[in-house]
């Protein structure tokens, strides 16, 4: 795998950090949660609800298989 390079000098460790230290999500300022982050010019599918992915916590993997 290849050097990872940091986008607009945002640095995933210290942003994690700010974030867990600030008991907060993280919210990109340069990708906001907004119609313009997603399209070129005005919104022709209608609404649009930003959500975040979930993480599966406590997982252990045997034999390529996963279970909780």
């Known amino acids: 795998m290849g050097m990872v390079v940091s986008y607009v000098g945002q640095s ?7 974030c867990q230290q ?3 999500l ?3 300022p340069l990708f ?3 119609d313009q982050s997603l399209f070129y010019q005005s ?3 209608g609404s649009v609800t930003w ?3 979930k993480v599966r916590e ?8 996963a279970r909780l």
Not at 12 to 18: G, V
Not at 58 to 64: D, R
Request: charge should be positive; proline fraction near 7%.
């Open 26 to 28: 993280f919210e990109d």
């Open 12 to 18: 995933f460790s210290a942003l994690r950090k700010q």
């Open 58 to 65: 406590k997982q252990v993997f045997f034999n390529k298989f």
């Open 43 to 45: 919104n022709r599918i």
């Open 22 to 24: 600030k008991g907060v």
């Open 51 to 53: 959500k975040r992915p």
């Open 32 to 34: 906001p949660t907004t």
